[in-house]
């Protein structure tokens, strides 16, 4: 029975970890409560209260990391709300018309076409969408190292 449930809880980081890369799934939180669920179903004997603690401020601070890189990332390059808005709407619909490039391309279209219907200058509408999607993109990369870490962390604690 614990192999089968660890089992389980092994696929629903799978899950997360996947989550990471899809903007509509919140693979940290899955993370999270997959090993929160874990811990109480042991008796918080290998999963302490302190570990899930440390997991919680990693899931905050990942969730802050990646709206704060695609913010800096897009102002930096000079893109308005509307180009921010956009690179997100852009990556929900890229995912599910262009799977697996619409997590590229449904970005930088989304922050293209938010940037010059505001501004109706198509050089800052691509500046401003290649600045959104760097910023996504390093906000990724900070989830995917946070969530390698998670798994990997709870796997040795486990074994």
């Known amino acids: 029975m614990d192999i089968f449930v660890l ?16 903007p509509i799934i919140p693979g940290i939180p899955i993370i ?26 990693l899931t905050i601070i990942s969730f802050i990391l990646e709206h ?3 913010l800096y990332g897009a102002k ?18 890229g995912i599910f018309i262009l799977p697996p490039l619409g997590i590229f391309i449904g970005p930088f279209l989304g922050a ?7 501004l109706n200058d198509i050089n800052r509408a ?11 993109f390093s906000g990724i990369l900070i989830k995917i190292i946070i969530a390698v870490w998670m798994i990997i962390s709870f796997v040795s604690r486990i074994i």
């Open 7 to 22: 089992l389980i809880i092994l696929f629903i980081m799978i899950i997360g970890f996947l989550g990471t890369f899809l």
């Open 32 to 57: 999270f409560c997959a090993a929160a669920f874990y811990g109480w179903y042991e008796g918080f004997y290998n999963i302490t209260w302190d570990y899930l603690t440390l997991l919680l401020v």
């Open 68 to 70: 704060l890189t695609t």
């Open 76 to 93: 930096y390059f000079g893109s308005s709300k509307y180009g921010l808005l956009g690179a997100i709407i852009g990556a929900i619909i």
């Open 112 to 118: 293209f076409l938010g940037e010059f219907l505001y």
């Open 126 to 136: 691509l500046k401003s969408s290649i600045g959104a999607l760097i910023g996504l």
